[in-house]
C-alpha cells in the first residue's frame, strides 16, 4: 500500500497563474482533507469531502477549490494564485467506524507539497 | 471552536534525557491524535489515543478526556526524535475535521 500521495512535490507559480494539486489513496477511505501549513504553526484544514461527489468548506477555503470525482481522489485547485497561498499543503485521509467506546476516525497525510507563489 | 494549546513550544534535551509534552484542549473531543513532523517535513503517526495510555516503543502516551488534556513521553531520546510534534483533535460531527496545537518543537544533541 502506498498510503496517502502527493503529486507534485514542490511547485513555483506566478501570481496570477493557476494549478491542481493532487491528492490519491488507496485505503478505500471515505474522507479526504486538504490543509496548508504555515511557518511556525500547525495544520489548517482548507476543504474537506465526506465521501465520493462531497465536498465542504474548512477552516481558510478563500482561494481554493476541490472536486472529488472519484473516491481515491482529492484535487486542490488554486484559480489565481496569490504569494498568501505560499505554503506547504497536506492531504490527508481516513475512515470512520463505529467502535464499541465511541468511534474511530485516525487520519493519515501524505508527504506534502511545498508550494511557492511569486 | 475549540482551542489546542501546547507547551512547551520549544525544549533542547541532550541525548538519553526524558521529557514531557502537554496537550490542553478546551472542550471535549472524540479523538486525538499525536503527530511527529520530522525535519523533512513528513507528518508521522505516533499514537490515536482519544482516551488511555498507550505505549509504543521509547514513547508513550496518556489522555485524560475529563480533565481535557494529553501527554506524550519520550524517554532515552535521540537525535532523530528531533523534529516537531503535533496534538491534534477532532471535536466530533459527521467531518473528523482535525485541530491542531501549534507545536512542540524538539532538538536532541548528541
Known amino acids: 500500500n502506498a498510503g496517502v500521495t502527493q503529486t507534485p512535490k514542490f511547485r513555483v507559480l506566478k501570481t496570477g497563474q493557476s494549478m491542481t494539486l493532487l491528492c490519491a489513496q488507496d485505503?478505500?477511505?471515505?474522507?479526504m482533507y486538504w490543509y496548508r501549513q504555515d511557518p511556525g504553526m500547525g495544520l489548517r484544514l482548507i476543504h474537506y469531502s465526506v465521501g465520493e461527489g462531497t465536498t465542504a468548506k474548512g477552516e481558510v477555503p478563500d482561494g481554493y477549490n476541490v472536486s472529488r470525482l472519484k473516491k481515491q481522489n482529492f484535487l486542490l485547485g488554486l484559480e489565481s494564485a496569490a504569494p498568501s497561498q505560499t505554503s506547504v499543503y497536506f492531504c490527508?485521509?481516513?475512515?470512520?467506524?463505529?467502535?464499541?467506546?465511541?468511534?474511530?476516525?485516525?487520519?493519515?497525510f501524505g508527504p506534502g507539497t511545498r508550494l511557492t507563489v511569486l | 471552536g475549540i482551542q489546542v494549546e501546547q507547551s512547551p513550544p520549544d525544549l533542547i534535551l541532550q541525548e538519553g534525557a526524558n521529557s514531557t509534552l502537554r496537550c490542553n484542549f478546551s472542550?471535549?473531543?472524540?479523538?486525538l491524535q499525536w503527530f511527529h513532523q520530522n525535519p523533512w517535513g513528513q507528518l508521522i503517526n505516533l499514537f490515536y489515543i482519544p482516551s488511555g495510555t498507550k505505549q509504543n516503543g521509547r514513547l508513550s502516551a496518556t489522555t485524560v478526556a475529563t480533565e481535557r488534556y494529553s501527554l506524550l513521553y519520550i524517554s532515552s531520546s535521540q537525535t532523530t526524535d528531533s523534529g516537531v510534534y503535533f496534538c491534534a483533535v477532532d471535536s466530533g460531527g459527521a467531518t473528523n475535521k482535525l485541530i491542531f496545537g501549534t507545536g512542540t518543537l524538539l532538538a536532541v544533541q548528541p
Open positions: 472542550d471535549s473531543v472524540n479523538n
Open positions: 490527508a485521509s481516513s475512515y470512520s467506524a463505529l467502535i464499541r467506546r465511541g468511534s474511530y476516525n485516525e487520519q493519515f
Open positions: 485505503m478505500n477511505h471515505e474522507y
